[in-house]
């Protein structure tokens, strides 16, 4: 079955640009979807099919998927974007998600 | 504005039985496919099923196939999770989700409620 894999963590000083990977055996050729969530709220939507950006989520928020990498960047990263992220594919009747990032800024 | 609302969850013993709902509101809820996603205590979000719009087609990950079952209600705007053969590990909060209209993605999502399965 097919498995997407995400770093623990990721640390990015304030102001500087975070990159959150998601690898996939061939991801690019997938939709990849991402979502961030603050303690003790839900997910919330930040990029859709690799590069969209859904209505109110800032455009320091992009998303990139080629080969077996998709990336989340995170410009001019804030306070405020402290969270877990998680990206997600469908696959074979199958939504997965992986198992998440931790990003700190510091 | 879009609102989904979750309710049902408890405390229920292992081997017992739940139905969690999830209330739709502020967009038409017969035009689109739904979803329940789970995350357990300090851990990571899993997906558990899909309901298609009409709720004729359904889908469910390994873990819970043949013990929850999805369904929906588009004359009362709801959706449903009946949860049975609970088990510990089944302890989680459920959230209930909406697809997204141009790929399989989750746009919108509740706040979740909680399940725990204990003695």
């Known amino acids: 079955s097919y498995e997407v894999t995400q770093p623990l963590s990721v640390s990015v000083a304030l102001g500087q640009t975070a990159r959150i990977t998601c690898g996939g055996n061939n991801i690019g050729s997938k939709n990849v979807h991402w979502y961030h969530q603050k303690p003790g709220q839900a997910p919330v939507l930040v990029i859709y099919m690799n590069t969209n950006r859904p209505s109110g989520i800032p455009e320091r928020f992009s998303g990139s998927n080629s080969g077996n990498t998709a990336t989340l960047t995170i410009s001019s990263a804030q306070a405020g974007d402290e969270a877990d992220y998680f990206c997600q594919v469908w696959d074979s009747s199958t939504m997965l998600f992986g198992g998440g990032t931790q990003l700190t800024v510091l | 504005e879009v609102h989904l609302v979750e309710s049902g969850g408890g405390l229920v013993q292992p081997g017992g039985s739940l139905r969690v709902s999830c209330a739709a509101s502020g967009f038409t809820f017969s035009s689109y496919e739904m979803n329940w996603v789970r995350q357990a205590p300090g851990k990571g979000l899993e997906w558990l099923s899909y309901?298609?719009?009409?709720?004729?087609?359904?889908y469910y990950a390994g873990s819970v196939k043949g013990r929850f079952t999805i369904s929906r209600d588009n004359a009362k705007n709801s959706l449903y999770l009946q949860m049975d053969s609970l088990r510990p590990e089944d302890t989680a909060v459920y959230y209930c989700?909406?697809?997204?209209?141009?790929?399989?993605?989750?746009?919108?999502w509740g706040q979740g409620t909680l399940v725990t399965v204990s003695p």
């Open positions: 989700a909406r697809m997204g209209t141009a790929s399989y993605y989750l746009d919108y």
């Open positions: 309901i298609s719009s009409s709720g004729t087609g359904s």
